[in-house]
């Protein structure tokens, strides 16, 4: 008599090994993540590896330097999530880096509005979570984590048990990762607008409509600074204002008037409903940025404060040059639409810009407006996204808060 078919689940295959090249291992020891295409070694059949598996990575000696998922299709072929042999990529050491990373945020702040994960920063490279209140949207950006897809939402389930889980799949990341662009429902009551709450004001945001997951917590940190430089009254000029988060929140700190200037007019009417459900008087006006500003000097309009929050102008290093012009003639328009003196915030998402570069471009406007600069404070993104010592990508916003006069110095 045969004996009865096992019930147990098979094992798992152990991961096959990545190995690199002859001294290629240096940046992974010292805590980099990602491996490059260029980085493996020759008799390491890359191509035979498919989309989202996992391996070993190894150095040339077969030393084990972690476990990684790995994309054969892309430049950066891996990416590692652990360094411990031990310790695969499976649904337990996603659950262990959720819950570090809600334990962070908890700490950091009182209300349930926060980027959760934010990649590599939190050892999830290639997922984002942003939580509002009870809602989760999120953006994967690799094929590795795609793969993981179903094993993030249970793990997103076990652990937050959110009322619902949107997908925003919608970035250009993805197509460099051989991924479709979609925004879908993973599970759960999704509605069709966001709710926040940042600094006792209530806003609205579009989902699949809207910027990147919906809302740029990124930049919170740096909106709460703007009080200290808001002089009783002052008029306010937000540019890029998206929803009006920058705008509402001058106005609540006592600021006498705010126009909101952006692109998208859907945008600015959810700016002037989020101004009316917090008992705000917001002006907004619809435009190309540079035309508005161009425009509004023509008038012989001046203001207190301009606020540039602007999309990222250098996506890729090629577009240095021309992003850093951009940069420079936004700055340059808006320093000519402050009155004798005044404050200029001015904002850089684009990695590919650093601190310093952004400096110079501010010095160079001013000059070419007949303006004195002095930089008063320097601001960066939201303790949300935490920076990544080994990772420089992962720093990457600057928030400039600068005095302009009409005094050359």
Same mark, same amino acid.
């Given at each position: ?9 098979t094992?798992?295959s ?12 240096? @940046? ?10 260029n ?12 989309p989202?598996?996992h391996?070993r990575?190894?150095?040339? @000696?077969?030393?084990?330097l972690?476990?990684?998922?790995v994309?054969p299709?892309?430049?950066?072929c +891996? @990416? ?5 042999? &031990?310790?695969?990529?499976? @649904?337990?050491?996603?659950e ?8 962070l ?28 209140g009870? $809602?989760?949207?999120?953006?994967? +950006? &690799? ?6 897809? +179903? ?17 925003? !799949? ?6 460099l ?7 879908e ?6 509605p069709?607008?966001l ?5 006792g004001?209530?806003f609205s +945001? ?8 919906g809302?740029f917590?990124?930049?919170?940190? !740096?909106r ?16 890029c204002?998206?929803?009006g ?16 200037i952006?692109?998208?007019q859907?945008a600015? *009417?959810?700016?002037a ?15 190309d ?8 000097a ?10 540039l929050?602007?999309p ?9 040059p021309r992003g ?6 936004? !700055? ?14 001015s904002?850089?998402?684009?990695y590919h810009?650093?601190?310093e570069?952004?400096?110079e471009i501010?010095?160079?406007?001013a000059r070419h ?7 008063? *404070?320097?601001?960066?993104q ?22 302009i006069?009409?005094? $050359?110095?």
């Amino acid at each position: 008599m045969s004996a009865p078919p096992s019930t147990a689940e098979t094992a798992p295959s152990p991961p096959r090994a990545l190995r690199l090249k002859r001294g290629e291992e240096r @940046r992974i020891v010292a805590g980099h993540p990602w491996v490059f295409s260029n980085e493996v070694d020759e008799h390491t059949p890359l191509r035979a590896f498919t989309p989202g598996e996992h391996a070993r990575i190894e150095s040339h @000696r077969g030393q084990f330097l972690g476990h990684a998922y790995v994309n054969p299709h892309a430049l950066i072929c +891996a @990416r590692i999530m652990s360094r411990e042999a &031990t310790r695969p990529i499976d @649904r337990a050491l996603i659950e262990e880096r959720l819950q570090g990373a809600l334990r962070l945020r908890e700490r950091l702040y009182r209300e349930p509005y926060y980027r959760l994960v934010f990649g590599e920063s939190d050892g999830l490279p290639g997922l984002v979570l942003d939580r509002y209140g009870d $809602l989760l949207v999120g953006q994967i +950006a &690799t094929a590795g984590m795609e793969a993981l897809r +179903a094993t993030v939402e249970a793990a997103v389930r076990e652990r937050l048990a959110p009322a619902g889980l949107f997908w925003k !799949n919608d970035s250009g990341a993805r197509v460099l990762e051989e991924l479709p662009r979609i925004a879908e429902t993973a599970f759960g009551q999704v509605p069709a607008q966001l709710a926040v709450r940042e600094a006792g004001l209530r806003f609205s +945001a579009p989902l699949a409509a809207g910027q990147k997951t919906g809302w740029f917590y990124d930049q919170c940190a !740096n909106r709460s600074r703007l009080a200290r430089y808001l002089s009783p009254g002052a008029r306010v000029l937000d540019v890029c204002g998206y929803v009006g988060a920058w705008s509402l929140t001058a106005l609540a700190a006592g600021a006498g008037s705010a126009q909101c200037i952006d692109a998208s007019q859907s945008a600015l *009417e959810y700016a002037a409903r989020n101004a009316e459900a917090n008992g705000l008087a917001l002006e907004t006006l619809r435009g190309d940025a540079f035309e508005a500003l161009a425009a509004l000097a023509q008038r012989g309009e001046r203001f207190d404060v301009v606020v540039l929050d602007p999309p990222a102008f250098i996506k890729r290093k090629k577009d240095i040059p021309r992003g850093q012009a951009a940069y420079r003639k936004l !700055n340059q328009l808006a320093m000519g639409l402050i009155g004798e003196e005044g404050l200029l915030v001015s904002c850089s998402c684009s990695y590919h810009l650093t601190g310093e570069a952004l400096t110079e471009i501010l010095q160079s406007a001013a000059r070419h407006s007949g303006r004195s600069a002095q930089i008063l *404070e320097a601001g960066g993104q939201s303790p949300d996204h935490p920076i990544h010592p080994a990772v420089p990508e992962t720093r990457y916003l600057k928030a400039f808060f600068c005095r302009i006069s009409s005094q $050359l110095g």
